[in-house]
């Protein structure tokens, strides 16, 4: 035989006389792994279910909670709304125009019970578009917030999913 090829051979058998050494811990190593996979995958699941019946057995204290803030909060807007020169001046320019609406609407029963001909025209309201724009950054704004809020209640979860304790 070549002395290449008979070196090669040799070289080749003792490679796999060490793979084969080596494949039963290797194999060994890989079913200890996967039974540890299933069993943190179980622990996790566990405290899966553990955390959310924890959190559907307080849901009623929490959303009431939300609830109490949210109409707190919605005072203290109205409090600190009517402090804003802004807003009284938008809300002046609305009352204005509801008095325009009351005079017309005034005018035209005066016409009416006078027997003179309807001149008055129907009152019209004319919408600013400064409602639509705070309604919309309001609700851009709280919809953040929301998100930010799921994202802790979500990183609460996991974390009390992944403790080891």
């Known amino acids: 035989m070549n002395p290449d090829v008979s070196k090669a051979a040799d ?3 003792k ?17 200890a792994l996967a039974v540890a996979e299933e069993a943190e995958e179980a622990r996790r ?8 019946r924890a959190f ?3 849901w009623r204290e929490r959303a009431q909670q939300a609830s109490d803030a949210d109409k707190a909060n919605r005072e203290r807007f109205v409090e600190l709304l009517a402090e804003e020169p802004w807003f009284m001046a938008y809300m002046e320019s609305r009352a204005e125009r509801h008095k325009r609406e009351k005079i017309m609407y005034a005018a035209q029963r005066a ?7 309807g001149t008055v025209p129907q009152p019209r309201m004319y919408d600013l578009r400064l ?3 705070l309604i919309e950054t309001t609700e ?3 919809a953040e917030i929301g ?9 609460k979860r996991t974390a009390y999913i992944e403790a080891t304790d």
Do not use: F, H, N, V
């Open 111 to 117: 016409q009416s019970a006078t027997g003179q001909p």
């Open 11 to 13: 070289k080749l058998a």
């Open 131 to 133: 409602i639509e724009d």
């Open 147 to 155: 998100a930010a809020y799921a994202e802790e209640l979500d990183a």
């Open 15 to 31: 490679l796999r006389a060490q793979a084969d050494k080596y494949a039963t811990p290797l194999a060994e190593a890989e079913a």
């Open 45 to 52: 699941a566990e405290r899966a279910t553990e955390y959310d």
């Open 140 to 142: 851009r704004m709280a």
């Open 56 to 58: 559907a057995a307080s």
